[in-house]
């Protein structure tokens, strides 16, 4: 017979065996690598000399295909220190020749040299970590960085080519932080938080004020293709007469090239109404047309005889009918806003065309030298006024009417 000590073995050996579960300690979290971030001044020595070196190289081989001009014979250290003194020219120092102080900037080099300074504000931005922040003051220590870089390359170039040293450095400075900054704070994404805090109207009005801008420049641009254009043969005469070889008349091209957005300036001068003067004795508009002694270039066969006449004084609307057209676009943008939004953002739109345009204009404006040659360049002043007065006039017209013609269509939807 079984016992009771029997039975309770019994049962404790048919009882499940209930697992608990295994509570196991996490492993530590190893901290992830943080970035390695480059010394401030090593990345703005690096990424500025960089700019500077390829915006340099297209100077110098535009120097060198000069000198072929007169097939003297120049040395190679006579080919530098003159595309160093043109290389600072871009960046607007005058420079000094046998003609006199020289002051004419190719704009054409003066992009491509502000492109270059950008990209190194970009670069020393990101090398220096500042995109991962919110505070924008290491993209602005990054600008400040590239421009006394700028400044210390503009000094050594100067000193070299013998041109003054003191305005080189604080020209060149200023050059690199402005530009370096705006790069540094385009990576930093502090101009776009910048942008989306800006309220609308503002946001509006400066765009339609670019807009016209660039539609009136682009409209120079094409007047002044077409006017070499038609005068081709005079243009091809020109080059001829130099009897320079292949490298030298391709060196006069290339120079026609680097100045090449100061015509198109000119040009837009030219439409807006005040145009432009090159030297004394010599000036450009639709209304009266003088001309003096020209220097031999082939881009300046595209001046005009005389005063536009009959359908060519409709070139005057051309500047209205690029306003017009920004404000097509600001209406289509502003379709459900206000008329007080509407109102705001074109009284904006009018001066910020004309500044720009009338910033444009200084830019393009210099001297080749004295007596003659001492003023060249578009009337800045009256291209800024008349100019924003003709975009206000056309954005708030066609912004007007396009909100009213959406509103229409809307209501018979």
């Avoid at 009136?216 to 080059?239: E, K, S």
């Avoid at 097509?328 to 008329?339: D, I, N, Q, V, Y």
């Avoid at 360049?377 to 912004?399: D, E, F, N, R, Y």
Wanted: aromatic share 4%.
């Amino acid at each position: 017979m079984p016992t009771a000590e029997d039975d309770a073995a019994t049962r404790l050996e048919n009882r499940e065996t209930v697992r608990l579960p295994i509570q196991r300690r996490p492993a530590p979290k190893t901290p992830a690598p943080r970035a390695r971030k480059a010394p401030l001044a090593l990345a703005a020595v690096v990424t500025t000399l960089w700019a500077a070196v390829v915006s340099f190289a297209p100077m110098l081989a535009v120097v060198g295909l000069v000198y072929a001009l007169d097939q003297s014979g120049v040395g190679a250290g006579r080919i530098v220190r003159f595309g160093l003194s043109a290389w600072l020219l871009a960046h607007g120092v005058p420079i000094h020749t046998g003609l006199g102080a020289v002051s004419l900037v190719p704009l054409a080099l003066s992009l491509v040299a502000a492109w270059r300074v950008v990209r190194a504000g970009v670069h020393t931005s990101r090398a220096i970590g500042a995109r991962r922040g919110t505070s924008p003051w290491p993209a602005v220590a990054a600008g400040g960085a590239v421009g006394v870089t700028y400044g210390v390359i503009g000094g050594i170039a100067a000193a070299v080519a013998g041109e003054s040293v003191v305005r080189s450095i604080l020209t060149l400075l200023v050059f690199g932080f402005l530009a370096g900054s705006a790069g540094a704070l385009v990576e930093a994404r502090t101009l776009a938080r910048l942008a989306g805090r800006t309220p609308s109207v503002l946001r509006n009005g400066i765009r339609t004020g670019v807009v016209g801008a660039l539609l009136i420049l682009g409209a120079g641009a094409a007047l002044a293709g077409v006017a070499v254009a038609v005068n081709g043969g005079d243009a091809a005469q020109i080059i001829h007469d130099y009897r320079a070889g292949v490298a030298g008349q391709l060196g006069l091209l290339l120079v026609c090239a680097l100045y090449a957005p100061n015509l198109v300036t000119w040009s837009a001068g030219y439409l807006v109404g005040p145009g432009f003067v090159i030297g004394n004795g010599t000036s450009i508009s639709v209304a009266a047309v003088t001309v003096g002694p020209l220097p031999a270039l082939p881009v300046l066969a595209g001046l005009p005889d005389g005063p536009a006449a009959g359908w060519g004084s409709l070139l005057l609307g051309v500047p209205l009918a690029a306003a017009l057209v920004a404000g097509w676009l600001l209406g289509r943008r502003s379709a459900k806003a206000s008329w007080q939004a509407l109102l705001g953002a074109t009284v904006v739109a009018g001066p910020v065309a004309g500044l720009l345009l009338g910033l444009a204009s200084l830019a393009s404006s210099g001297s080749l030298g004295g007596d003659r040659l001492a003023t060249i360049g578009p009337h800045s002043g009256w291209t800024a006024v008349i100019s924003a007065v003709v975009v206000t006039v056309g954005v708030a017209l066609s912004a007007a009417l396009t909100k009213i013609l959406s509103g229409v269509r809307r209501g018979r939807g």
